[in-house]
């Protein structure tokens, strides 16, 4: 079993930045890939960023080039990097670990105003 923790959400201004954590406990050796995904209210659950256990990284197009996923595998912890927050990102964000089953965080608040 693994579970996750997130945190890290809050409110921001638009423009501003966040970094949300990830920590994964449990058969952590287990993981081949995380990621982040995120629900705005009356939206499907998106995929927002992608990191498999050798270092490819996979962005949604409306996040590139603002967003950065990382992973401290000493930590077990997956990062999200969020800079140059737009309100439309204002959604619930999710961790995610594949491994032969799959595991969900609770979900983070995450609110960018205007």
């Known amino acids: 079993q693994v579970q996750l923790v997130e945190s890290g959400g809050g409110l921001v201004q638009a423009g501003g930045s966040l970094r949300l954590s990830c920590a994964a406990s449990g058969s952590t050796f287990r993981i081949y890939a995380m990621g982040w995904y995120r629900q705005a209210p009356g939206k499907q659950r998106e995929l927002v960023a992608t990191i498999s256990s050798g270092g490819s990284t996979n962005y949604a197009d409306s996040v590139k080039g603002r967003f950065t996923i990382s992973r401290d595998n000493a930590k077990n912890t997956v990062y999200l990097q969020m800079n140059s927050l737009k309100p439309e990102d204002t959604a619930v964000y999710y961790c995610?670990?594949?491994?032969?089953?799959?595991?969900w965080g609770q979900g983070t608040q995450v609110t960018v105003s205007s």
């Open positions: 995610n670990a594949k491994y032969v089953y799959e595991a």
